[in-house]
């Protein structure tokens, strides 16, 4: 379990982020977080074929399998997910 007040990030969501920050040269905020403590990502494939098919059932299509794979890797190492992407909201509740 990861220490309550502690803020993380995985190899996944670092990939997302940084290209789009390097488009705009934010250096500083990168460097910030690849200073981050990152979660290692051990993927449950079962897990997000579970998800997946929730996802379809309840009609929230256009559920990414990256998200998937961030929502199933919280739960996992029991942390919470900040985003506005309301995609989250919907893995999360699984």
Same mark, same amino acid.
């Given at each position: 379990?990861? /220490?309550?007040?502690?803020?993380?990030?995985?190899?996944?969501?670092?990939?997302?982020?940084? +290209? =789009?920050?390097?488009? !705009?040269?934010?250096? !500083?905020?990168?460097? $910030?977080?690849?200073?981050? !403590?990152?979660? +290692? $990502? *051990?993927?449950?494939?079962?897990?997000?074929? *579970?998800?997946?098919?929730? @996802?379809?059932?309840?009609? %929230?299509?256009?559920?990414?399998? +990256? /998200?998937?794979?961030? %929502?199933?890797? %919280?739960?996992? #190492?029991? @942390?919470?997910? =900040?985003?506005?992407? !309301? #995609?989250?909201?919907? @893995?999360?509740?699984?």
């Amino acid at each position: 379990m990861i /220490d309550e007040n502690l803020i993380v990030t995985s190899d996944l969501i670092l990939t997302e982020l940084i +290209p =789009y920050l390097k488009i !705009k040269r934010q250096i !500083k905020l990168i460097d $910030l977080l690849k200073e981050m !403590k990152r979660l +290692p $990502l *051990d993927i449950q494939w079962n897990e997000i074929i *579970d998800f997946q098919v929730k @996802c379809l059932k309840s009609d %929230a299509n256009g559920i990414g399998i +990256p /998200d998937l794979i961030i %929502a199933q890797n %919280a739960k996992q #190492h029991q @942390c919470s997910v =900040y985003s506005l992407d !309301k #995609h989250f909201r919907i @893995c999360i509740s699984f």
